[in-house]
């Protein structure tokens, strides 16, 4: 991470254009409320335009009049642009409406803001349930002893056997409220996660598209 690297990232990348934008807040709060926080992957723009109406209206109250004056469409525009790119604008094949989605450099700086703010609930107890099972797996894949791995399953059958028993006697083994949240707050930040993903395998995409049409369009170009 050298000087001149950091500085071409910090005017190029979306992703630090978004942090250091004079309406940030509106941008991100406006974004994580439709997209992130409701687990949404696409949204048409009549309804998109509806709700940031809705979301301008309520901070003029408290701001003024003069706070962000421009329509809906306005801004939305201008996030979905190349110069910001913090939305993609594209039209779905089923549908003659434009539709919006975030782009990964948006969700990045999202995801970084989110990290900042202290939460009030810690949970560490599946996470690292989670990694034992990895590992637990990762040695069992490559286990070439047979013994080795007969007397694992064999570990493993008495525990089943044990849970069986205890739930025949009426005693199964329930969560309590903590580890039911924990539970509960791993699920939910594993999907937003995995559609993140998503958004970056499509983004990939599309930049590869995007770099063989351009190389097909310069005069003696042709396909990798």
Same mark, same amino acid.
Request: aromatic share 10%.
């Given at each position: 991470?050298?000087?001149?690297?950091?500085?071409? #990232?910090?005017?190029?990348?979306?992703?630090? /254009? +978004? #942090?250091?934008?004079?309406?940030?807040? +509106? =941008?991100?709060? *406006?974004?994580?409320? !439709?997209?992130?926080?409701?687990?949404? %992957?696409?949204? &048409?723009?009549?309804?998109?335009?509806?709700?940031?109406?809705?979301?301008?209206?309520?901070? /003029?109250?408290?701001?003024?009049?003069?706070?962000?004056?421009?329509? &809906?469409?306005?801004?939305?525009?201008?996030?979905?642009?190349?110069?910001? &790119?913090?939305?993609?604008?594209?039209?779905?094949?089923?549908?003659?409406?434009?539709?919006?989605?975030?782009?990964?450099?948006?969700?990045?700086?999202?995801?970084?803001?989110?990290?900042?703010?202290?939460?009030? @609930?810690?949970? !560490?107890?599946?996470?690292?349930?989670? =990694? *034992?099972?990895?590992?637990?797996? +990762?040695?069992?894949?490559?286990? !070439?002893?047979?013994? &080795?791995?007969?007397?694992?399953?064999?570990?493993?059958?008495?525990?089943? $056997?044990?849970?069986?028993?205890?739930?025949? $006697?009426? %005693?199964?083994?329930?969560?309590?409220?903590?580890?039911?949240?924990?539970?509960?707050?791993?699920?939910?930040?594993?999907? /937003?996660? #995995? +559609?993140?993903? @998503?958004?970056?395998?499509?983004?990939?995409? /599309?930049?590869?598209?995007?770099?063989?049409?351009?190389?097909?369009?310069?005069?003696?170009?042709?396909?990798?």
């Amino acid at each position: 991470m050298k000087y001149h690297d950091l500085a071409a #990232l910090r005017q190029k990348h979306p992703t630090w /254009r +978004l #942090l250091v934008a004079d309406h940030a807040p +509106l =941008i991100v709060g *406006f974004l994580f409320e !439709t997209f992130i926080q409701p687990n949404v %992957r696409t949204m &048409a723009e009549p309804e998109i335009a509806s709700r940031l109406d809705d979301y301008l209206y309520s901070l /003029r109250s408290e701001l003024g009049d003069g706070a962000f004056p421009r329509p &809906a469409t306005h801004y939305l525009d201008a996030w979905a642009s190349d110069e910001h &790119a913090w939305l993609r604008k594209y039209y779905p094949t089923d549908s003659d409406e434009p539709h919006f989605d975030l782009t990964p450099a948006t969700e990045r700086a999202i995801d970084w803001l989110v990290s900042l703010e202290q939460r009030r @609930f810690v949970g !560490t107890e599946s996470r690292l349930m989670t =990694i *034992f099972e990895l590992l637990r797996r +990762l040695a069992e894949g490559t286990e !070439t002893d047979p013994w &080795a791995r007969v007397a694992e399953l064999e570990r493993r059958k008495a525990d089943i $056997e044990v849970e069986i028993r205890r739930t025949r $006697e009426g %005693r199964p083994y329930l969560l309590d409220a903590t580890r039911i949240k924990e539970r509960y707050l791993q699920i939910a930040a594993t999907t /937003r996660e #995995l +559609l993140s993903d @998503f958004r970056e395998v499509e983004q990939n995409f /599309r930049n590869l598209d995007r770099a063989v049409r351009e190389r097909w369009r310069r005069p003696g170009g042709s396909a990798p």
